[in-house]
């Protein structure tokens, strides 16, 4: 129970709870659509997806300046490729989180004569942005590990002596993919944070893809994806070394 | 915006910013509501407000856990008083949460069969109960306190003083005046105890707002 009280202490702890119940409903709410289940059920369901989702709108609302104050700190990053893609993902979250506050407005009542379609897809934009480029600052460094793996590997004298065997250029492509591929599986094994972050990634990829209507899936597709990167996301909370570091 | 930043991370912070956004807003429409032209400026208030609360309310699912905590953890305190009050205090806030939870089930619709009005008197009572303990617990402190104080002065012929203790000892405590003056003092030296007393204690005592106005934290939603 001490664990609950830390971990729930932290605002944002409490908002990916809520995203996980959000999606899970979204989820549930497909299944039980294929299944047959009655108007009233999904209808409920449906309500406290909504519920859920202007509650962490509320939640969210000083995001904006969170995601600010990150991109002036990755700033100041070493390496030329991690401060780009970090600060335009931070900056572009930022947007994300801009647009996500006028949609509360409107929702709530404030500003009715917001355009709920433009802002979400608007919103729905900026987020997609972000996650291309936390997916390309994922791709450099795994980029970097393999490239040191592979420095490794062949000052110890590695598998080149196979490659030089095979006569057949297609069998050379392939033996390379195989070399390549179990490179790439080494290091995320060794590497859990970047591995977790790929994923989670990966999984919110759809969401906006589906939303924006450039990859349609089905709802509960969109919902695993989105229960998925939550509980990445929670347990990066829970352990603060699963998360990827700057 | 590093300190607005850090502080809004705490979920605490971002809670009472809420709530000082619905308070605010319910005493504004409170004042609008009468005005000639101020229709749609109250209507708005009354759904920002309405917003916040909704917020707030799926916002305290869980906080049960933390009142249990506290609970356990006040059970551990030496002195029997505040051992007492604190931690029937945090009972009864745990108690509170979960009518506010139960409230809030209705309000999203999951269990559109449950009695609001009376789940909500049990959390006004119990928000109410929680409360009173805290008062009472601070009472105890400034009781305590005040007889430190009027203990320092009978032994203080033969010790150096220190400048607060001579500040104290100034006062004699035989006149209504002087026993206030005594007791803004040590207020004045302990601001959590201040702190603590006074915001119980505007909500039990704001003058001029109904017992039901008070209430509306604990309205549902539609």
Redesign the interface.
């Known amino acids: 129970?001490?664990t609950?009280?830390r971990f729930?202490?932290?605002?944002?702890a409490?908002e990916r709870v809520?995203r996980a119940a959000q999606y899970a409903c979204a989820l549930v709410g497909d299944a039980l659509r294929r299944n047959g289940a009655g108007s009233g059920v999904l209808d409920?369901l449906r309500?406290?997806e909504a519920?859920?989702s202007?509650?962490r709108k509320?939640?969210r609302?000083?995001n904006s300046?969170?995601a600010?104050?990150a991109a002036k700190r990755a700033i100041h990053l070493s390496d030329m490729v991690l401060r780009f893609c970090i600060t335009l993902g931070h900056l572009n979250r930022a947007m994300y989180f801009a647009c996500d506050n006028v949609l509360?407005a409107g929702k709530?009542?404030?500003v009715p004569t917001v355009d709920q379609e433009k802002w979400s897809q608007r919103s729905f934009r900026y987020y997609l942005f972000a996650l291309i480029v936390n997916l390309s600052r994922d791709a450099y460094e795994i980029r970097i590990l393999m490239e040191r793996e592979a420095g490794g590997k062949r000052a110890k004298g590695g598998e080149n002596g196979r490659l030089l065997q095979a006569d057949n250029g297609l069998q050379q492509l392939g033996l390379r993919l195989q070399v390549q591929l179990r490179l790439l599986l080494h290091v995320l094994r060794s590497n859990p944070p970047l591995l977790l972050d790929v994923v989670k990634n990966t999984c919110d990829l759809f969401i906006p893809l589906d939303k924006l209507g450039l990859y349609k899936t089905s709802p509960g597709f969109v919902g695993l994806c989105g229960l998925t990167s939550s509980i990445l996301s929670i347990l990066t909370i829970l352990h603060p070394w699963l998360k990827l570091k700057p | 915006m590093e300190a607005f930043v850090d502080f809004t991370n705490r979920s605490q912070g971002r809670d009472q910013l809420f709530r000082a956004t619905q308070y605010t807003c319910m005493l504004l429409s409170y004042l609008l509501e009468h005005k000639a032209d101020k229709e749609k400026l109250v209507m708005k208030l009354k759904q920002l407000e309405s917003s916040m609360s909704s917020g707030r309310k799926m916002f305290r699912l869980g906080n049960t856990v933390h009142a249990l905590v506290a609970a356990r953890r006040t059970t551990q305190l030496p002195d029997v008083v505040p051992r007492f009050c604190l931690t029937t205090s945090n009972l009864t806030r745990a108690l509170y949460f979960i009518c506010d939870a139960v409230l809030w089930l209705r309000s999203v619709g999951l269990q559109p069969d449950i009695d609001k009005e009376k789940w909500r008197n049990w959390a006004t009572k119990c928000y109410y109960s929680s409360l009173l303990m805290n008062l009472a617990r601070d009472w105890y402190e400034i009781s305590w306190r005040l007889e430190q104080a009027v203990q320092k002065k009978k032994t203080k012929e033969n010790s150096s003083w220190d400048k607060e203790d001579q500040e104290l000892n100034c006062l004699k405590c035989d006149s209504l005046p002087s026993f206030l003056l005594l007791l803004f003092q040590i207020l004045k030296r302990h601001p959590p105890l201040l702190l603590d007393m006074a915001r119980p204690t505007n909500v039990i005592t704001e003058p001029g707002i109904t017992f039901k106005e008070i209430c509306e934290p604990f309205r549902t939603h539609r």
């Open positions: 129970m001490e609950w009280v729930s202490a932290q605002s944002q409490k809520f409920g309500q406290l519920h859920l202007l509650g509320l939640l609302l000083g300046a969170e600010l104050e509360w709530a009542g404030l």
